[in-house]
């Protein structure tokens, strides 16, 4: 499909979510001619999962290279893994959470070889990204990688994660609201140019998560619809060749965080603590996003959390440092000084802060 640029985007060949996936995953590889594989593992995981991969992969006739755990995201001994694969390894696998899965996917984008990304958890949309967060000299840094060739996940697996990485992914697919509209400003600015499809794509995922029906966030249906709305987040970013259409002024809070705050939490905690904030501030879809926060149980959720008011004071101020090409609402003095205001006054945020 010719989109971006005049050049081809990359989407999943493969993309099967629902339960008992894993069990399924050497079927799904074996019709894409992926009879040779590598597989990489999140510490612990192979105890947990390792024999029904295996034996999925064995009785599709399909021959595993090697496996092993992995916790490393140092760029250089990645590099070094990626470079030492078995010759003739057709496919790179990462099963786990953020970090194997970074791995595994930028050693994909080393060796130009598919990569396929098997989550654990749900707590956020890197698993159908194009970037990797990968420690570079010592400092966490965001590095290109490739979209992913397929997408395997057992919901079955999800529901066995802690309900945190849950509240994350809701934390991080919410978001989508409040950087579709930081996207629009920046365009309105002069800054970038809207992407239609890209906007269409995200709108449809976030849309689609927050309308979904649930009596409890681990139903099958809610799991899945979340699932499927952070792939589709990640394809949107594809098309419009950078992470606009679902990363904003809600994400550089959450980046200030990780680098200045003593105790950053999930990545998707802050940033739907952050959301809140932005589309108050956006006078965007606040009651929405206020409305899936409290009845998924995420602000009740935070309130469990010892979080630092201080911390995302201070974030607010930082996050246009974060990323001084964008151009976001908190790129001007005028909103940031409503956010922090909105962060010490709202009153469900004052009780995920214990603010008397």
Not at 197 to 214: E, G, L
Request: net charge negative; hydrophobic share 40%.
């Amino acid at each position: 499909m010719n989109l971006k640029n005049g050049s081809y985007i990359s989407i999943p060949s493969i993309l099967d979510i629902g339960s008992g996936t894993l069990s399924s995953m050497g079927e799904n590889l074996k019709k894409h001619g992926l009879d040779r594989i590598v597989i990489f593992f999140g510490n612990g995981l192979i105890e947990l999962f390792g024999d029904t991969v295996l034996r999925s992969l064995s009785d599709a006739g399909i021959k595993v290279m090697g496996y092993r755990e992995l916790d490393d995201v140092n760029i250089e001994e990645v590099t070094s893994i990626a470079f030492s694969l078995p010759i003739g390894t057709k496919a790179v696998a990462g099963i786990g959470g953020g970090k194997v899965i970074d791995a595994a996917k930028y050693m994909g984008f080393l060796r130009q070889m598919p990569f396929i990304s098997v989550p654990t958890s749900s707590s956020s949309d890197g698993f159908a990204s194009t970037s990797a967060s990968l420690y570079v000299r010592g400092r966490k840094t965001t590095v290109p990688a490739s979209m992913a060739y397929g997408i395997i996940i057992d919901t079955q697996v999800i529901k066995t994660a802690p309900s945190k990485f849950l509240y994350s992914g809701i934390g991080d697919m919410v978001a989508k609201i409040t950087a579709l509209y930081d996207w629009k400003f920046e365009a309105e600015h002069g800054v970038s140019q809207i992407n239609d499809m890209a906007v269409m794509i995200a709108k449809k995922a976030v849309n689609s998560f927050v309308r979904t029906p649930f009596n409890d966030i681990h139903d099958e249906n809610f799991l899945k619809e979340l699932l499927d709305s952070l792939a589709m987040s990640g394809i949107a970013n594809e098309v419009a060749g950078g992470s606009a259409p679902t990363s904003g002024s809600e994400h550089l809070i959450s980046h200030a965080l990780d680098k200045y705050a003593a105790t950053p939490n999930l990545h998707g905690i802050q940033v739907g603590i952050a959301t809140l904030i932005m589309a108050i501030v956006q006078e965007h879809r606040d009651k929405r996003v206020r409305t899936v926060l409290t009845e998924t149980g995420f602000l009740k959720y935070c309130e469990t959390l010892d979080l630092d008011m201080d911390d995302y004071l201070s974030a607010i101020d930082l996050a246009p440092s974060m990323k001084p090409a964008r151009y976001t609402y908190l790129h001007e003095e005028i909103y940031r000084r409503r956010a922090k205001e909105v962060l010490q006054t709202d009153e469900d945020l004052r009780k995920v802060f214990h603010v008397e």
